[in-house]
């Protein structure tokens, strides 16, 4: 199983970015998706996720900031980020949950300059 995060990069605060997450290995289709980041020195917090039916849900700190979709014919999950704030700054990970089984992708560093 392979998830592969890619879009992360420099940007100012009040830009945007889209991360994009291309899965492989599972049955796309079926599976929850969800975009998680870590700052430095901070824990692991969830940004939003997606369920198999296309129903999203989102942290506090992005609500109407960011969007998260997927395509299940190309096997990848989006997240549009707009308004970015300097808080936004982490390393932004994808993980593909079903039942009991779940993997992660490895990380893509978003940093948001003052």
């Known amino acids: 199983v392979q998830l592969q995060a890619s879009g992360g990069g420099l940007v100012q605060a009040g830009g945007s970015l889209r991360l994009s997450c291309a899965a492989s290995?599972?049955?796309?289709?079926?599976?929850?998706m969800a975009w998680y980041r870590q700052a430095p020195g901070k824990q692991r917090e969830l940004v939003a996720r997606?369920?198999?039916?296309?129903?999203?849900d989102y942290g506090d700190s992005v609500k109407g900031r960011f969007s998260m979709s997927r395509d299940n014919a190309k096997s990848t999950v989006y997240l549009q980020m707009n308004r970015l704030k300097p808080e936004d700054t982490a390393v932004y990970s994808c993980?593909?949950?079903?039942?009991?089984?779940?993997?992660w992708g490895q990380g893509t560093l978003v940093t948001v300059s003052s």
């Open positions: 993980n593909a949950r079903r039942d009991y089984n779940g993997y």
């Open positions: 290995g599972i049955t796309f289709s079926i599976y929850e």
């Open positions: 997606i369920t198999s039916r296309g129903m999203t």
